[in-house]
């Protein structure tokens, strides 16, 4: 993306180089246009006509120019390996300890966000999640009946700044079964406003959970 | 001895205790008979720790008797200086100890990765009970009197282990 937005903005001093290099091969107005032709001394119809090379690249250069997409990434991993599953121990007469996972959201070009900008993390039945070590100032709100918790992500970052952000924080995870079973976490991102365009980089991630 | 589970009803959010024998082994059957579509199990997290601590600290009536840690290393004892402190120490000096004593364990929780796994309460009314608080929701207590671990829950644990976030 970087190296696309440099070589738009090269080409962007280039313009009037490069209308006068089209006028040369041919692109007049005046070719269009008969009464330039006629009507205009040669000087001002070459006037005419590298004006026009250059409007007209301006206006293309317009359309096809790249805009800074907010890119969000969320990312989920077990606390001793970086991958996105872990394994559960099922209930027994041992009682256990809750795992963890670590989410983490990274956030670019911020500034563009209109209007609020959540976090979704959707669990399964079979688990038990709770959020913890909590940035001070993170809201969400934990709905037990739907398991699923949403995150206002407006608390969590600043939205004015442009620049690269970054927030980690934990999940503790308890198995609610006595059975061997499979279980998720997933996680997505939701927005208020349509036109806040939303690039996901690499998708939104899951967590896939074994319960032994 | 007793032991419990703490749940928390979904619709009302009130603390449920189910008592059950751990040495009958009667934790696994306890847990495949409860409806966990009615009532949750309560993870006890490091930030719900942190509360519970500061409120203990402002109750005459119970101290905070020790923190485990779930790793085998031990931490520095500087948060064991802080809980001596703060047992004895007068209102006054308490917010400010509170504020060391969280920022500690969020040191050792979060930076060192060393979770809390227990945290023991002792009840300083008549005769001292000791109540032991797990990061699963078990709570364990010298005490078989059932009415004594109610007012724990109530006094100590109640609006902060079933708080709507």
Redesign the interface.
Known sequence: MKIIKFIVNYIEYMIPFLGVVLTGFGLRLSTFIVPIKEKFSTDLQLEIDLAFSILLLYIIKNLISFKDYIIINTEIKG?RTPTNHITLEK????????E?VEISIDILNAHHIKGELYLEIRYA?NI???????PNEL????D??KKNIIISLNTLFNFMLKNYQRETFKL???S?T?RAADSSIELSIKSNKIRDNLRIKDSVEGMYIKII | MLQG?LF?N??TSKIIIKYYDYFE????NM??NHN??ES??I?I???LIKKILSKVSYDNNYYIGNINF?ECIEPDEQYLNIIDELNKNKVVQKKQLIKKLNDEI?EL??EK?N?I?SIEIICGTESKIRLFL?????ITADTKDKNNITKFINDILDGIINEN?
């Open positions: 606390p209930i027994d007469n041992e009682s256990i300890m809750p963890f039945r038990e999640i709770a959020i913890d070590n909590k809201y969400f709100k934990q037990h009946e503790k995870i308890l609610n006595t | 589970k928390v979904i619709k082994n009667n934790y696994r847990m495949k966990f579509e949750r199990q993870i997290t490091t930030d779930l969020a929780s979060t990765g979770d796994e797990y990061s699963n929701g078990i976030n």
